[in-house]
């Protein structure tokens, strides 16, 4: 149950209000709403009930949402017109640009909102940019020796919190940048330790092996040599408006890690096997409600906002993207499309999101076996 409620949550709130963003932004331009729903009604399954013109629904599958204008040729295949001034193909193109990605524009709000609140409560946190150890991780899961958790390489070498890392590989280091660089690029590699030693003020130098991690580094799934050490860093507090900047700076920052995602999907950087749909994501809100509570569900709520707001934003026929793209040609033609090359881009819009749901089902499946 932990697991569905979750689910529900961290998807529920942003589709809503991604669904709400169209219907406000439909509102303000004139276009005539005339379905609102959260959840698919498939088979008729959910809860509806009309006011004025529009039709208010909550679907029995929980799975997304829509809203349905007037005058527009979307997923329902629906090319009904009556040539009224309140329809979708009436309003001029930046009128119907508006109305497709004001969804995208509330789940960028949300997230940006979400991470204001946790900047404002919590503070951020700044690295303290300097080669000082702050932790030392005494055992790392490592995949290679057979899934088991060994002793981390710092550890081992004998580092503790406070020790300074003056070189590596004779290579002189002064920040925390430097530093972590020349490990990260020596995976399972043996390097050479110069360090200070805090509690002894003495200085050591010795060789270790790296441990390998793969990790996605300039755009691309990459290996990494990783140590088991943590820097330093500082607590600072921050003000309404500081937090409101730093919550966008987040949003743009997971806006930036998603489409290097993508990119790395589509130039084969990453596994298409890394792909995850419905089932993935209620087993990772279901242990992130369980293991960290609602704080934690609600930050996987402003990651999930940010994706919801990608994957809608591309021009992929079917997704709002498509149809601003759609939008766009026909301004610059200065007429519509013909009707049958509508019907063909949502067909295999159509079939596409359908092939791509059936894939990542299945790959949900898969991962969680």
Known sequence: MIYLLSFILVIGLPVFLHELGHFMAARSVGIRVEKFYIGFNLFGLGIKKKYGDTEYGIGLFPLGGYVKVAGILDESMDSEST????????KNTFQKIWFLSAGVIMNFILSSFIFAIFVFVNGYTEIVDKPII?????TIFYEDLMEKEVLSPAFSLGLLPGDKILAINSIEVNTWTEMSNIIHNNPNKSIRVKWNSYEQNKIFENEITTFMR???KDGKMKNIGILGISPDYNLKSAGVFFSAYKGLEQTFSWINLMFSSLWALVTGNISVDQ???PLG??????????????????????????????INILPIPGLDGGHVFIAIIEGLR???????????????GFILIMILFV?????DIRNLM
């Open 134 to 138: 702050k932790e030392v991780q005494k």
């Open 275 to 277: 792909m995850s749909g």
């Open 83 to 90: 040539g009224s001034d309140d329809e979708f193909r009436a």
């Open 214 to 216: 793969p990790a996605f």
């Open 359 to 363: 894939f990542v089902f299945f790959n």
């Open 334 to 348: 200065r007429k519509e499309l013909p009707l049958k090359v509508k019907y063909g881009i949502q067909s295999f």
């Open 281 to 310: 994501i209620a087993t990772v809100a279901g242990d992130t409600a369980q293991n960290g509570g609602i704080v934690a569900l609600f930050m996987l709520m402003a990651i999930i906002s940010v994706n919801l707001g990608i």
